[in-house]
């Protein structure tokens, strides 16, 4: 019974560092997701480029809808699960 408690301790832990590894690693890719999304709206803000006629929709709204239909987005948003 301990040897099996044992092992079950050391896989949690094991599970605890991995989760851990992946937070940071979600954060420093939201990071640079933020990063990339404010060049894109400079980018598009910027008075010398000409939206398309036919665009009823901008880059950055494109890219909202596409991150907010991901289920998973909310962790990246409060860093919570």
């Known amino acids: 019974m301990e040897k099996l408690n044992l092992e079950l301790y050391m896989k949690n832990c094991y599970t605890l560092k991995e989760n851990e590894r992946l937070r940071k690693k979600a954060k420093l890719l939201n990071e640079e997701n933020q990063a990339l999304l404010s060049e894109l709206n400079q980018k598009f803000s910027n008075p010398t480029y000409s939206k398309p006629?036919?665009?009823?929709?901008?880059?950055?709204?494109?890219?909202?809808?596409?991150?907010?239909?991901?289920?998973?987005?909310?962790?990246?948003?409060?860093?919570?699960?």
């Open 53 to 81: 006629k036919n665009s009823a929709i901008s880059i950055t709204d494109h890219l909202n809808l596409s991150f907010d239909s991901n289920p998973s987005s909310s962790y990246y948003n409060n860093g919570e699960p």
